[in-house]
């Protein structure tokens, strides 16, 4: 009898095993054999799913692997600095993702890595600012990590920063402006408006940021024009778009080494900056002294996945959504957020979309971007010019709107 059900089962099985191989139809007798056929089947896709996939190995020795940024379709794969096959710390990332699974991974295969809270969370909806904009007031920072000074230690940069000049004087107010070498007009129509420190009387100062350029006539004018004026600083890498996250590197690292400031805006030379009524609302009893970062926040952004100029794929992020971050056309860091980022550069690499790269960084350390209405960032084309009220920071406004603008905000 059992001989019979053990012949039984030993035949039915080769006839499963023979049409995974050639393609028929069972003919099972009844429903015991069609259930032990259901089970079989799934078990052994399962495993054939599964094969070589060790997750928890993988996880477990903190393996990292090489991973390549392929740029674009609209993009020059030799224009990029940033385009270099390199490894990936496996705290860059929520999760360390080898090539062959860049397709399989999905957020149930992340593993989430709470951050480190160096300081305190911003309550933002405490109490109002100024002309009914909220604005967040309330904040007990905690003490900075130690590594958030150590980093000074050595003279050696950190950053592709060349600029070694050292400013004395303590500015309340950095105004650092990403620019682009062929930029001249935008540099000087921003040095004759809102960038002319001597507008009003203040404690601030604007300086521009520069990376190399390809183009000798165009480095020895920008050579002229530094020392002319003096506000430019140098970094030792080729101008791109997708290269302004060292741009963010060796902005933060000359400011952090070699300046004395309470606040720095971050910003872009197409940008209109409201200077004498940002100074105004920084200076604010209820404006935080310290621990922020504040701007137009992204709150959730998630990560975009088809095509066009912000595609991301799953090996350069493998999360769905980003950690909340400022605009990078202007966000304002108070200088001890910006000390305790530096030291992260050698944590965190470079992320081809800057404002974004931000983000992680400043999530790291436990900063909550605080959003400001003043903070105008329209999605419109450059030919319009609207002037918006209270207007801290706006975004697209070059040549005779960033003067319209500039005439406007500063009426009395």
Known sequence: ????????????????????????????????????????????????????????????????????????????????????????????????????????????????????????????????GQDGVDFPVTIAPTAPHNDCKSWKTTSQHKTTLITKTVWERQYFLLILVSSAPENFDRRDLIRQTWGAYHTFPSNWKTFFLLGKTRNQAQSDLIITESDKYGDVIHGNYYEHYWNQSLKIQMAFEWAARYCSFSFLLKTDDDVFVNTRRLIDVLQLKSTPKKGLYMGKVNHNPKVQRGRGKWRVSYIEYSDEHYPDFCSGAGFVMSYDVIECLVPLFDVIEPYRIDDVYIGMLANKTGVTPADHGGFVMPHRNYDDCNVVLNTLVQHQALGDCLVTLFRVHNKG
Request: proline share 4%; net charge positive.
């Open 1 to 128: 009898m059992n001989r019979g059900r053990s012949h039984s089962t030993r035949n039915m099985l080769h006839r499963i095993k023979h049409c995974f191989l050639f393609p028929c139809k069972l003919r099972l007798p009844n429903r015991r054999r069609q259930i032990l056929l259901v089970i079989v089947t799934t078990g052994a896709l399962i495993t054939i799913l599964l094969a070589g996939f060790d997750f928890k190995s993988l996880q477990s020795h903190g393996t990292h692997f090489p991973l390549t940024m392929a740029p674009t379709e609209d993009l020059a794969a030799d224009s990029f600095d940033l385009l270099f096959s390199y490894e990936y710390r496996a705290s860059a990332l929520s999760t360390v993702v080898p090539t062959r699974l860049r397709d399989l991974t999905s957020s149930r295969f992340v593993r989430k890595r709470r951050s480190s809270k160096l300081f305190a969370r911003i309550d933002i909806n405490s109490l109002q």
